[in-house]
């Protein structure tokens, strides 16, 4: 069986956050990811592009807009 999961931030915290916190949050995470390679549970991540490079895309009643 198969998962996908996703960690969101928010931009504004991590914007205000103190450098050494922000490597120690980045450290935890890579530090998670080579547990669960060596698990053999790993399969793929990348991270996205900050919110404000984000597009909506809807369809309604047939209309698409983004």
């Known amino acids: 069986m198969k998962f996908?999961?996703?960690?969101?931030?928010?931009?504004?915290?991590?914007?205000?956050?103190?450098?050494?916190?922000?490597?120690?949050?980045?450290d935890s995470a890579i530090e998670y990811a080579e547990e669960i390679r060596r698990s053999g549970h790993y399969i793929?991540?990348?991270?996205?592009q900050r919110?404000?490079?984000?597009?909506?895309i809807r369809?309604?009643?047939g209309k698409v807009s983004t």
């Open 44 to 48: 793929g991540s990348d991270a996205l």
């Open 4 to 26: 996908m999961f996703t960690i969101y931030h928010d931009e504004n915290v991590l914007d205000a956050m103190p450098e050494k916190e922000m490597q120690a949050l980045v």
């Open 59 to 61: 369809v309604r009643a």
């Open 51 to 56: 919110a404000g490079t984000a597009r909506t």
